[in-house]
């Protein structure tokens, strides 16, 4: 089975870096994604840019994507927002705008939580429109942060539904099925038609780490419940969130976790209806040769 992953991280900022290697990662370079997509048939993939808070540079350079060995060209990407360089600097969604015109951009992440605004702040307002001019997905990071400076009442998967409804032509993507609110992520999904979400960073570590959570079976129940409740397999988008995992024993886990008449679209074809550019990219790419 080919498979696409929608969300995952490739950037040579230090904080990334750092993360691999705390969590045994001996490996975050584009040889080793490389060698990860190529053991488990993964074609392609969408980086998830990451926006600096301080100081405010502009969101998202594309350089960020190239690491010490290179890159890959079977990425697409989402540009990163920085609400609070929209707030200081007008030219931020020109730059964001010309990033769009790019052909590895192929939507917007917001990083609720982390940033402290809802997403139904008037600061958000130029990025909507930018999404309905582009007709490109906006994906949301929801639920935990990282980071204990973030403040979880911005990053509630519920203040996704204020924004679904008001923005009914744009498609939202709620990452990490905004765990741990899993149940009201599957509420949204199944609620608005244009409410979608990734099962990136369910679980963060390494190989062992990942086997440990599997045991826990009142957590894998949960998930599953979730997705049962909403049976909106067709709105699910398979994520690693790497490189807080190594993509083969994820895509184990993820695959114990959903139904195998729905695998096809969890793992790819979902990603291919959602990502505007994405079909284009699978056929510019020989796949022999690459990833
Ligand atoms: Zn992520």
Known sequence: MKIIDSHLHFSNREGFKTTARE?????????????????????????????????????????????????????LSCVGVNPEQI???????NFIEEELNKNMVTGIKIYAGYFHYYVYD??????YELAKK?????????????????????????????????????TFIICHMGVPWIMDTAELISK?????????GLIAGNREQIKKMQD????????????????????????????????????EFIKDIIPEAFHENVF????????????????????NDCC
């Open 122 to 127: 008037a600061i958000y307002d130029p990025i």
């Open 134 to 170: 582009y007709n490109v997905p906006v994906a949301i990071h929801c639920g935990n942060t990282q980071s204990s400076r973030g403040l979880l009442k911005y990053s509630h998967p519920l203040t996704i539904d204020e924004l679904a409804v008001k923005h009914q032509d744009i």
């Open 216 to 251: 826990k079976k009142l957590y894998v129940e949960y998930i599953k419940q979730g997705l049962e409740y909403a049976s909106q397999y067709n709105k699910v988008l398979f994520g690693s969130d790497w490189p807080l995992v190594p993509i083969s024993p994820y895509i």
């Open 87 to 93: 707030k200081q600097n007008s030219s931020e969604i």
């Open 23 to 75: 969590i045994g990662y001996l490996n975050y370079s584009a040889s080793g994604l490389k060698k990860e997509f190529e053991q488990s048939n993964v074609v392609a993939g969408v980086i998830m840019a990451t926006p600096d808070r301080k100081p405010y540079k502009p969101s998202g350079y594309p350089k960020e994507f190239i690491l010490e060995d290179g890159t890959l060209d079977c990425l």
């Open 268 to 287: 790819y074809k979902n990603a291919l209806a959602v990502f505007p550019k994405m079909k284009k990219l699978i056929q510019s790419l020989n796949l």
């Open 192 to 200: 608005n038609h244009n409410v979608y979400t990734d099962l990136s």
